[in-house]
Protein backbone atom coordinates (compact mmCIF):
# COMPACT_ATOMS: atom_id res chain seq x y z
CA UNK A 1 0.00 0.00 0.00
CA UNK A 2 1.36 3.92 -1.08
CA UNK A 3 1.72 6.05 1.73
CA UNK A 4 0.33 9.38 0.42
CA UNK A 5 1.60 12.92 1.97
CA UNK A 6 1.92 12.33 5.68
CA UNK A 7 -0.84 9.39 5.41
CA UNK A 8 0.79 6.21 6.57
CA UNK A 9 -2.95 4.13 5.68
CA UNK A 10 -2.59 0.96 8.16
CA UNK A 11 -6.10 -0.70 7.23
CA UNK A 12 -5.40 -3.88 8.04
CA UNK A 13 -8.36 -6.33 9.80
CA UNK A 14 -6.03 -7.05 12.56
CA UNK A 15 -5.82 -3.35 14.16
CA UNK A 16 -8.76 -1.98 15.04
CA UNK A 17 -10.07 0.90 13.47
CA UNK A 18 -9.45 4.67 14.77
CA UNK A 19 -11.42 6.04 17.10
CA UNK A 20 -13.68 8.12 15.35
CA UNK A 21 -15.34 11.34 17.18
CA UNK A 22 -18.31 11.28 15.61
CA UNK A 23 -21.11 10.43 18.65
CA UNK A 24 -18.28 11.41 20.97
CA UNK A 25 -17.56 14.62 20.56
CA UNK A 26 -18.29 17.53 18.39
CA UNK A 27 -15.85 20.06 17.07
CA UNK A 28 -17.06 22.87 19.55
CA UNK A 29 -17.13 20.79 22.70
CA UNK A 30 -13.33 19.44 21.85
CA UNK A 31 -12.07 22.84 20.98
CA UNK A 32 -13.53 24.31 24.39
CA UNK A 33 -11.91 21.35 26.57
CA UNK A 34 -8.85 21.80 24.76
CA UNK A 35 -5.42 23.76 25.69
CA UNK A 36 -2.18 23.98 24.70
CA UNK A 37 0.88 24.44 26.78
CA UNK A 38 4.24 24.39 26.50
CA UNK A 39 6.85 22.66 28.93
CA UNK A 40 10.42 23.95 29.42
CA UNK A 41 12.98 20.93 29.12
CA UNK A 42 16.26 20.47 30.98
CA UNK A 43 18.03 19.33 28.07
CA UNK A 44 17.55 19.77 24.15
CA UNK A 45 16.09 16.46 23.21
CA UNK A 46 14.82 15.53 19.93
CA UNK A 47 15.65 18.92 18.82
CA UNK A 48 13.18 20.26 21.78
CA UNK A 49 14.27 22.91 24.51
CA UNK A 50 9.82 23.76 25.30
CA UNK A 51 7.60 20.41 24.96
CA UNK A 52 4.23 21.69 23.31
CA UNK A 53 0.83 19.80 23.91
CA UNK A 54 -2.95 20.31 24.33
CA UNK A 55 -4.23 19.10 26.96
CA UNK A 56 -8.36 18.03 26.65
CA UNK A 57 -10.63 17.33 29.55
CA UNK A 58 -13.19 14.54 28.51
CA UNK A 59 -16.07 12.67 30.38
CA UNK A 60 -13.47 10.27 31.47
CA UNK A 61 -10.70 12.39 32.53
CA UNK A 62 -7.27 14.37 31.48
CA UNK A 63 -6.23 13.37 27.98
CA UNK A 64 -3.41 14.41 25.68
CA UNK A 65 -2.95 15.49 21.94
CA UNK A 66 0.55 16.13 21.63
CA UNK A 67 1.42 15.22 17.70
CA UNK A 68 5.31 16.68 17.00
CA UNK A 69 5.33 19.74 15.30
CA UNK A 70 6.24 18.59 11.91
CA UNK A 71 3.48 15.67 11.81
CA UNK A 72 0.84 16.46 9.41
CA UNK A 73 -2.52 16.00 9.99
CA UNK A 74 -3.14 12.66 8.60
CA UNK A 75 -0.54 11.38 11.03
CA UNK A 76 -2.09 13.31 14.02
CA UNK A 77 -5.20 11.73 13.64
CA UNK A 78 -4.13 8.99 14.61
CA UNK A 79 -2.87 11.28 18.11
CA UNK A 80 -6.04 11.95 18.58
CA UNK A 81 -7.67 8.67 18.08
CA UNK A 82 -5.31 8.17 21.34
CA UNK A 83 -6.19 11.24 22.70
CA UNK A 84 -10.21 10.46 22.26
CA UNK A 85 -9.77 6.91 23.95
CA UNK A 86 -8.31 8.31 26.95
CA UNK A 87 -10.61 10.88 27.42
CA UNK A 88 -14.14 9.32 26.14
CA UNK A 89 -13.45 5.43 26.36
CA UNK A 90 -11.07 4.55 29.33
CA UNK A 91 -8.25 2.21 29.36
CA UNK A 92 -8.08 -1.36 29.14
CA UNK A 93 -7.76 -3.71 32.73
CA UNK A 94 -3.98 -3.49 33.91
CA UNK A 95 -3.06 -7.19 34.43
CA UNK A 96 0.09 -5.31 36.25
CA UNK A 97 -0.01 -2.73 38.79
CA UNK A 98 3.90 -1.03 38.39
CA UNK A 99 5.98 -1.32 35.51
CA UNK A 100 9.87 -1.28 35.41
CA UNK A 101 11.07 1.91 33.64
CA UNK A 102 14.55 2.81 31.97
CA UNK A 103 15.90 6.37 32.63
CA UNK A 104 16.43 8.27 29.36
CA UNK A 105 20.10 9.92 28.52
CA UNK A 106 19.44 12.63 25.71
CA UNK A 107 22.98 13.16 23.42
CA UNK A 108 24.73 14.71 26.19
CA UNK A 109 28.52 15.44 27.12
CA UNK A 110 29.57 12.56 29.61
CA UNK A 111 29.72 15.18 31.99
CA UNK A 112 26.35 15.91 32.32
CA UNK A 113 25.40 12.27 32.65
CA UNK A 114 24.99 11.80 36.19
CA UNK A 115 22.49 14.69 37.00
CA UNK A 116 20.65 13.83 34.17
CA UNK A 117 20.87 10.40 35.58
CA UNK A 118 19.83 11.51 38.99
CA UNK A 119 16.75 13.70 38.06
CA UNK A 120 15.35 9.85 37.02
CA UNK A 121 14.57 9.03 40.74
CA UNK A 122 12.49 10.46 43.73
CA UNK A 123 15.33 10.32 46.40
CA UNK A 124 18.91 11.09 43.75
CA UNK A 125 19.72 7.46 44.64
CA UNK A 126 21.37 6.15 41.61
CA UNK A 127 21.12 2.65 42.56
CA UNK A 128 17.41 2.10 41.84
CA UNK A 129 18.14 2.49 38.11
CA UNK A 130 18.12 -0.66 36.47
CA UNK A 131 17.96 0.20 32.83
CA UNK A 132 19.01 2.98 30.87
CA UNK A 133 18.48 4.10 27.31
CA UNK A 134 21.08 6.29 25.68
CA UNK A 135 20.78 8.11 22.52
CA UNK A 136 23.26 7.86 20.00
CA UNK A 137 24.34 9.25 16.84
CA UNK A 138 23.06 12.41 17.28
CA UNK A 139 22.11 14.55 13.66
CA UNK A 140 25.65 16.58 13.04
CA UNK A 141 24.12 19.93 12.68
CA UNK A 142 24.35 21.85 9.36
CA UNK A 143 26.47 24.49 10.54
CA UNK A 144 30.20 23.33 11.06
CA UNK A 145 30.25 25.87 14.30
CA UNK A 146 27.98 24.08 16.02
CA UNK A 147 29.50 20.63 15.84
CA UNK A 148 30.21 20.00 19.58
CA UNK A 149 32.44 17.00 19.97
CA UNK A 150 31.49 16.15 23.55
CA UNK A 151 28.13 15.22 21.65
CA UNK A 152 28.60 14.57 18.02
CA UNK A 153 30.63 11.45 16.35
CA UNK A 154 31.85 8.09 18.00
CA UNK A 155 34.12 8.95 20.50
CA UNK A 156 31.19 10.94 22.28
CA UNK A 157 29.04 8.23 22.08
CA UNK A 158 31.17 5.93 23.60
CA UNK A 159 31.87 8.09 26.18
CA UNK A 160 28.53 8.47 27.13
CA UNK A 161 27.34 4.83 27.46
CA UNK A 162 30.90 4.33 29.66
CA UNK A 163 30.31 6.97 31.73
CA UNK A 164 26.63 5.02 32.37
CA UNK A 165 28.03 1.76 32.66
CA UNK A 166 30.61 3.23 35.56
CA UNK A 167 27.44 4.96 37.59
CA UNK A 168 25.29 1.65 36.90
CA UNK A 169 27.63 -1.52 36.65
CA UNK A 170 24.61 -3.57 37.22
CA UNK A 171 21.78 -1.99 35.12
CA UNK A 172 20.52 -3.02 31.35
CA UNK A 173 21.62 -0.39 29.07
CA UNK A 174 20.50 0.12 25.74
CA UNK A 175 20.95 2.52 22.80
CA UNK A 176 18.63 4.38 20.48
CA UNK A 177 20.49 5.97 16.99
CA UNK A 178 16.73 7.27 15.81
CA UNK A 179 17.35 5.41 12.45
CA UNK A 180 20.64 8.39 12.22
CA UNK A 181 23.44 5.27 10.73
CA UNK A 182 23.92 3.06 7.79
CA UNK A 183 24.66 -0.26 8.20
CA UNK A 184 28.79 -0.07 7.66
CA UNK A 185 28.57 2.55 10.54
CA UNK A 186 25.84 0.91 12.86
CA UNK A 187 28.35 -2.57 12.29
CA UNK A 188 31.72 -0.40 13.41
CA UNK A 189 29.50 1.94 16.51
CA UNK A 190 27.86 -0.68 18.28
CA UNK A 191 30.87 -3.19 17.94
CA UNK A 192 32.77 -0.40 19.42
CA UNK A 193 29.59 0.11 22.13
CA UNK A 194 29.08 -3.46 23.31
CA UNK A 195 32.46 -2.84 25.42
CA UNK A 196 29.48 -1.47 28.02
CA UNK A 197 27.37 -5.06 27.25
CA UNK A 198 24.58 -3.81 25.39
CA UNK A 199 21.17 -5.37 26.35
CA UNK A 200 19.35 -4.24 22.88
CA UNK A 201 19.68 -1.46 20.35
CA UNK A 202 17.07 0.52 18.68
CA UNK A 203 16.44 1.22 15.14
CA UNK A 204 20.44 2.13 14.68
CA UNK A 205 19.74 2.08 10.74
CA UNK A 206 16.33 3.23 8.47
CA UNK A 207 13.78 0.61 6.89
CA UNK A 208 13.03 -2.85 7.21
CA UNK A 209 15.68 -4.06 4.74
CA UNK A 210 19.00 -2.06 6.65
CA UNK A 211 17.69 -3.33 9.57
CA UNK A 212 17.57 -7.16 8.03
CA UNK A 213 20.68 -6.90 6.73
CA UNK A 214 22.47 -5.16 10.09
CA UNK A 215 21.11 -7.99 12.24
CA UNK A 216 22.65 -10.76 10.09
CA UNK A 217 26.14 -8.94 9.62
CA UNK A 218 25.84 -8.44 13.69
CA UNK A 219 25.24 -12.18 13.84
CA UNK A 220 28.28 -13.26 11.24
CA UNK A 221 30.81 -10.46 12.91
CA UNK A 222 29.57 -12.35 16.16
CA UNK A 223 27.96 -9.57 18.18
CA UNK A 224 25.56 -10.49 20.25
CA UNK A 225 22.56 -7.58 19.69
CA UNK A 226 19.10 -8.32 19.34
CA UNK A 227 17.18 -5.20 17.50
CA UNK A 228 14.41 -3.21 18.50
CA UNK A 229 12.22 -1.51 15.58
CA UNK A 230 10.73 2.29 16.55
CA UNK A 231 10.17 3.79 13.41
CA UNK A 232 10.01 1.05 11.52
CA UNK A 233 6.82 0.31 13.02
CA UNK A 234 5.50 3.95 14.38
CA UNK A 235 6.34 5.85 10.90
CA UNK A 236 5.93 2.57 8.69
CA UNK A 237 3.29 2.11 5.81
CA UNK A 238 2.93 -1.64 7.08
CA UNK A 239 3.93 -2.05 10.77
CA UNK A 240 3.91 -5.94 10.95
CA UNK A 241 6.01 -5.96 7.80
CA UNK A 242 9.00 -6.23 10.45
CA UNK A 243 8.74 -9.76 11.27
CA UNK A 244 8.23 -10.85 7.09
CA UNK A 245 11.11 -9.54 6.77
CA UNK A 246 12.98 -10.06 10.48
CA UNK A 247 14.10 -6.93 10.76
CA UNK A 248 14.27 -6.61 14.63
CA UNK A 249 13.77 -8.81 17.48
CA UNK A 250 11.85 -6.50 19.88
CA UNK A 251 8.93 -3.61 19.31
CA UNK A 252 8.63 -0.42 20.21
CA UNK A 253 5.11 0.61 21.06
CA UNK A 254 4.16 4.36 21.57
CA UNK A 255 0.19 5.13 22.17
CA UNK A 256 -0.24 7.92 20.72
CA UNK A 257 1.42 7.30 17.43
CA UNK A 258 -0.15 3.85 17.09
CA UNK A 259 -3.73 5.01 17.18
CA UNK A 260 -4.30 4.39 21.05
CA UNK A 261 -3.99 1.51 23.83
CA UNK A 262 -5.81 -0.88 22.36
CA UNK A 263 -4.38 -0.25 18.72
CA UNK A 264 -0.49 -0.81 20.19
CA UNK A 265 -1.97 -3.80 21.80
CA UNK A 266 -3.16 -5.23 18.56
CA UNK A 267 0.04 -4.17 16.70
CA UNK A 268 2.08 -6.50 19.48
CA UNK A 269 -0.18 -9.49 18.92
CA UNK A 270 -0.51 -9.26 15.58
CA UNK A 271 3.78 -9.11 15.43
CA UNK A 272 4.46 -11.52 18.04
CA UNK A 273 7.30 -9.95 19.13
CA UNK A 274 8.37 -8.83 22.56
CA UNK A 275 7.36 -5.32 23.07
CA UNK A 276 8.81 -2.28 24.96
CA UNK A 277 6.43 0.65 25.68
CA UNK A 278 7.64 4.25 24.94
CA UNK A 279 7.07 7.42 25.47
CA UNK A 280 6.22 10.12 22.86
CA UNK A 281 7.63 12.69 25.11
CA UNK A 282 4.53 13.40 26.84
CA UNK A 283 3.14 15.45 29.79
CA UNK A 284 1.94 12.98 32.97
CA UNK A 285 -1.39 13.09 31.59
CA UNK A 286 -0.44 11.21 28.09
CA UNK A 287 2.07 9.29 29.79
CA UNK A 288 -0.93 7.87 31.98
CA UNK A 289 -1.84 6.22 29.11
CA UNK A 290 1.51 4.68 28.01
CA UNK A 291 1.63 3.05 31.41
CA UNK A 292 -1.80 1.85 31.02
CA UNK A 293 -1.01 0.08 27.87
CA UNK A 294 2.46 -1.52 29.46
CA UNK A 295 -0.06 -2.24 32.48
CA UNK A 296 -2.50 -4.19 30.11
CA UNK A 297 0.20 -6.32 27.90
CA UNK A 298 -0.41 -9.98 28.22
CA UNK A 299 3.67 -9.72 28.57
CA UNK A 300 6.65 -7.51 29.61
CA UNK A 301 9.88 -8.77 29.25
CA UNK A 302 11.79 -5.26 29.26
CA UNK A 303 12.23 -1.72 31.24
CA UNK A 304 9.59 0.86 29.46
CA UNK A 305 10.43 4.10 28.24
CA UNK A 306 8.26 5.84 29.96
CA UNK A 307 9.96 8.14 32.79
CA UNK A 308 10.60 10.69 30.22
CA UNK A 309 8.89 13.04 32.17
CA UNK A 310 12.10 13.74 34.09
CA UNK A 311 13.52 15.63 31.16
CA UNK A 312 11.27 18.71 31.61
CA UNK A 313 11.99 21.02 34.09
CA UNK A 314 8.70 21.59 34.92
CA UNK A 315 4.88 19.41 34.30
CA UNK A 316 1.39 21.11 34.60
CA UNK A 317 0.41 18.13 37.42
CA UNK A 318 1.40 18.22 40.63
CA UNK A 319 1.83 14.55 40.59
CA UNK A 320 4.63 13.90 38.49
CA UNK A 321 5.11 10.66 36.74
CA UNK A 322 8.57 10.30 38.03
CA UNK A 323 10.11 6.80 38.64
CA UNK A 324 10.20 5.58 42.64
CA UNK A 325 12.63 3.18 42.97
CA UNK A 326 12.92 2.84 39.14
CA UNK A 327 9.06 2.00 38.84
CA UNK A 328 5.61 3.51 38.23
CA UNK A 329 2.60 2.33 38.79
CA UNK A 330 0.07 1.32 36.48
CA UNK A 331 -3.11 3.68 36.43
CA UNK A 332 -5.76 0.95 38.07
CA UNK A 333 -8.87 2.90 36.51
CA UNK A 334 -8.89 6.91 35.14
CA UNK A 335 -9.46 8.33 38.15
CA UNK A 336 -5.70 7.78 38.74
CA UNK A 337 -4.53 9.55 36.13
CA UNK A 338 -2.86 12.87 37.25
CA UNK A 339 -5.04 15.92 36.91
CA UNK A 340 -3.38 18.91 35.53
CA UNK A 341 -2.85 21.56 38.31
CA UNK A 342 -5.13 25.09 37.22
CA UNK A 343 -2.51 27.19 38.39
CA UNK A 344 0.39 25.46 36.08
CA UNK A 345 -2.05 25.13 33.30
CA UNK A 346 -2.38 29.12 33.21
CA UNK A 347 1.51 29.55 34.10
CA UNK A 348 2.72 27.01 31.32
CA UNK A 349 -0.41 27.75 28.43
CA UNK A 350 0.88 29.05 25.38
CA UNK A 351 0.59 32.53 23.80
CA UNK A 352 -2.69 33.16 22.06
CA UNK A 353 -0.90 32.38 18.51
CA UNK A 354 0.32 28.95 19.55
CA UNK A 355 -3.77 28.02 20.53
CA UNK A 356 -4.38 29.27 17.13
CA UNK A 357 -1.77 26.95 15.60
CA UNK A 358 -2.65 23.75 17.64
CA UNK A 359 -6.91 24.23 17.63
CA UNK A 360 -6.00 24.34 13.88
CA UNK A 361 -3.89 21.37 14.60
CA UNK A 362 -6.69 19.68 16.68
CA UNK A 363 -9.16 20.76 13.59
CA UNK A 364 -7.47 18.99 10.96
CA UNK A 365 -7.35 15.70 12.83
CA UNK A 366 -10.52 15.68 13.86
CA UNK A 367 -11.88 16.44 9.85
CA UNK A 368 -9.67 12.92 9.40
CA UNK A 369 -10.91 11.23 12.05
CA UNK A 370 -14.38 12.36 11.06
CA UNK A 371 -13.71 11.25 7.54
O1 LIG B 1 12.19 5.30 25.14
C1 LIG B 1 12.60 6.15 25.94
O2 LIG B 1 13.41 5.87 26.83
C2 LIG B 1 12.12 7.58 25.89
C3 LIG B 1 11.30 7.99 24.75
C4 LIG B 1 12.07 8.26 23.48
O3 LIG B 1 13.21 7.88 23.35
C5 LIG B 1 11.44 9.00 22.43
C6 LIG B 1 10.34 9.77 22.70
C7 LIG B 1 9.80 10.64 21.73
C8 LIG B 1 10.27 10.64 20.46
C9 LIG B 1 11.28 9.69 19.98
O4 LIG B 1 12.19 10.33 19.14
C10 LIG B 1 12.07 8.97 21.07
C11 LIG B 1 12.37 7.55 20.53
O5 LIG B 1 12.93 7.46 19.46
O6 LIG B 1 12.07 6.51 21.10
MG1 LIG C 1 13.30 5.30 19.40
Request: proline share 7%.
Amino acid sequence: MKTVGDHTPWSDDRLPDLISPVGLVSREELHRVAVAVGLPMRTRFRGLTVREAMLIKGPRGWAEFSPFAEYGPVESSRWLSATLEAGWLGFPTPRRSTVLVNATVPAIAAEQVETVLRSFTTDGDLSSLSAVKIKIAEKLPADPAQLDRHIHGVQADYERVMRVRELLPEAQIKVDANQALTVDEAVHLLGVLQEAGLEYAEQPVPGLTAMAELRSRLARNGIDLPLAADESIRKAEDPFAVVATEAADIAVVKVQPLGGIRRALAVVEATGLQAVVSSALDTSVGMSAGLALAGALPELHYACGLGTVALFSEDVCSRRLIPEHGELTVPASHSEVPEPDPDKLARFRLPEDRQQVWHQRLEEAYSVLAG
